[in-house]
């Protein structure tokens, strides 16, 4: 077959590199002719660097990160856009054996509740001594580390006082924590499972506690790519949109598991990557919880680039100083998500959208059918501390953080 489009595609080894990997393994990205070539890297860093010189036209990267880059914030870094989400969901945080005992101790469970086995943590951190406990995150400008900081904060944790944060690569985080290097981290799959039954970490909490189908990977374009190779851009928007179908049906979990599996993605046993693609996590302790929506792919608008999301994460790079709240930064928060480009992408294929490009993150208690057709259901989306983020209201919720 004649191949119309070129593209080269960085990314991560992470369960939630799915929708590019199936892209080019099962035709999907072929039948849009676009000869599409993957290319994997260990850390977001270089995943950014390569996108700035070229050697990528589209990433599978961090929510935050081209954010950031747009802000000057990391460089580095391209000018970059976000015409599609990888999906909701995903991430959890590992403690070391000795971390969950003492948290055991002050209550928590291994139902993975984000408000009790907060408390627990805070518990266990006001009766510590000597150098303060060491968490890991994936980078300074990733879901990881502001969910993390949201639990921790929620909780009555200072993420800045009460604990140490350093930036780990996602496949380093159970060798370190096994090591006494960390005493926990917030990553992505396989690396929780990894570290649970590989080196002997226990779950605390998960990202669907903390905050219920929350955004996480993101395409992340080269802008100036883009501008230039706008049908090549728009038939891959259709490939992972078929990619993401295929993932989201329970019969492919474990064919995924084993597309996965190969040396040049994640390259871990497939055995390690099933539970997570099926919500069926080890927890530590041989326990076993199902957690239904942690790996969502497709449902629930999982790949709509919504712009609240861009400005929640927004809202936690002003939280936590990582740059100053003005006018001109939130617009280009909320510019760098292109939900536009997505539905121009998918219009064609009779799909069934979000009219709105925003939404108040934390509103839905259930799962809600949307639009006349009743095709598209969102939610439940809500915060374990029951907190909301109205996108139209971000001076007001920047402020309440502050007070907080």
Request: aromatic share 8%; net charge neutral.
């Amino acid at each position: 077959m004649t191949m119309s489009h070129a593209i080269t595609a960085g990314f991560v080894p992470l369960l939630d590199s799915a929708l590019l990997v199936v892209a080019k393994e099962k035709g999907f990205a072929a039948a849009q002719s676009i000869d599409l070539t993957l290319v994997r890297e260990r850390s977001w860093a270089s995943i950014r660097d390569r996108l700035a010189v070229r050697h990528f036209d589209v990433a599978h990267i961090l929510g935050p990160m081209p954010i950031a880059c747009n802000l000057g914030l990391s460089a580095p870094a391209p000018k970059m856009i976000v015409p599609m989400a990888l999906g909701l969901g995903g991430n959890a945080v590992t403690v070391s054996t000795a971390l969950w005992q003492a948290m055991a101790g002050e209550g928590a469970t291994d139902d993975l509740d984000a408000r009790e086995n907060g408390v627990a943590l805070r518990r266990v951190i006001a009766g510590h001594k000597g150098e303060p406990l060491r968490f890991g995150v994936v980078h300074p400008y990733s879901g990881h580390n502001y969910e993390l900081r949201y639990w921790l904060a929620a909780s009555g944790i200072d993420p800045e006082r009460d604990i140490e944060i350093v930036v780990l690569p996602p496949p380093d985080m159970g060798d370190a924590l096994a090591q006494g290097l960390i005493d926990g981290y917030c990553a992505g799959e396989p690396w929780n499972t990894f570290g649970v039954l590989k080196r002997g970490g226990h779950l605390a909490t998960v990202k669907a506690a903390i905050w219920r189908s929350s955004p996480e990977k993101v395409l992340g374009v080269n802008a100036r790519w883009a501008e230039t190779h706008p049908k090549a851009l728009a038939a891959l928007l259709v490939a992972l949109h078929a990619a993401s179908v295929w993932c989201g049906k329970l019969g492919n979990r474990e064919e995924l598991a084993h597309l996965l599996a190969q040396p040049g993605y994640v390259g871990r046993d497939a055995e390690l990557l099933l539970p997570a693609l099926n919500g069926n996590l080890p927890v530590g302790g041989g326990v076993v919880q199902n957690i239904g929506d942690f790996f969502v792919p497709n449902a629930k608008a999982a790949t709509f680039p919504w712009k609240s999301h861009a400005l929640w994460f927004y809202t936690q790079m002003v939280r936590w100083r990582q740059i100053s709240h003005t006018a001109e930064h939130q617009q280009v928060a909320a510019e760098t998500y292109r939900p536009d480009m997505y539905r121009a992408a998918l219009k064609t294929l009779g799909l069934a959208m979000p009219s709105a490009s925003s939404k108040v993150e934390g509103a839905l208690a259930v799962e809600t059918p949307v639009g006349s057709s009743g095709a598209l259901t969102l939610g439940p989306d809500g915060f374990f501390d029951g907190g909301r983020f109205d996108p139209d209201d971000v001076d007001a919720y920047i402020q309440a953080q502050r007070i907080g």
